[in-house]
Structures are given as C-alpha cells and as structure tokens.
C-alpha cells in the first residue's frame, strides 16, 4: 500500500514539474517572437511617451506589455522579466521623474525598470496581440 502511494506522489510532481517546464517554454517562445518581431520590423524607439489617468497595459509576457494612452500605443520592453504584473500581493510603486511622461531607462511600470520604448502603428499592435496568440498553438 505504501508503495502505491508513492508511486502516486512521485507521478503528481512529474506532471507538475512538466507542466512549469511548458509554462517556461512558452514564455520563452513568446519573448523570442516579440524580440524578432521588433528586429525584422526594426521599430523605432522613442526617448518618451506621453501619459495620462486613463492610460492601460496589457502583458504580452514578463518582459514586454502593450502601452495604450490617449492617441498612442507603445511596446514596452523591461530590463528583467517583471513578475509584478501578475503579482498583485506586492504592488510597487512607480518611479516618474516627470508624472506627463515615462522615460526609458528611468522610470518603472509596477516597479520594474523600463529598458527600451517603441512607436507602434495600429496594424503593429494588431500583430503583435495576435503573437501571443499563435505561440504554443498547435493549429
């Protein structure tokens, strides 16, 4: 009977450590696609972007999110994968040097630093939402 246990526990965290194993790899996938995205589609960078009470984001993963203000959207790239976005136990405040204004390099979204900014156009933003859904697919 003992031995069926274990059997059982050692199967459960098998299937366990697969499924992280696959989450990783995914993520890596992801940020692959949006790095060789930014290269074949060389997007410009920008030295800041404008902000206002109503801006959003959306996470494309840990290290990239989708900046909508006002008039504009920016891909915004971090210094280190940002595990604050998923996070809301330990929200971080940000750090602006101007409140109008993020700059990279500067300032942080959700206390992770802001290593690069880039314009996008409508269609760009499209692509790049519609990445997130084709990593992993197996369609």
Not at 70 to 99: G, K, M, Q, Y
């Amino acid at each position: 009977m003992n031995a069926t246990a274990l059997l059982l526990v050692a199967a459960l965290l098998t299937a366990c450590a697969s499924q992280d194993e696959a989450e990783e790899q995914s993520t890596q996938d992801m940020t692959q696609a949006v790095r060789d995205y930014i290269e074949v589609r060389d997007l410009q960078e920008v030295n800041r972007l404008m902000t206002s009470a109503n801006d959003r984001w959306d996470a494309l993963d840990n290290l990239f999110v989708l900046y909508e203000g006002r008039r504009e959207t920016h891909l915004i790239e971090f210094s280190r994968r940002c595990w604050e976005l998923d996070d809301n136990t330990r929200i971080v405040a940000d750090e602006r040097r101007d409140p109008s204004y993020i700059r990279p390099r500067f300032d942080t979204l959700r206390g992770c630093r802001i290593h690069r900014i880039y314009a996008l156009r409508d269609d760009e933003v499209a692509e790049l939402e519609s990445i997130g859904e084709a990593v992993g697919s197996r369609n």
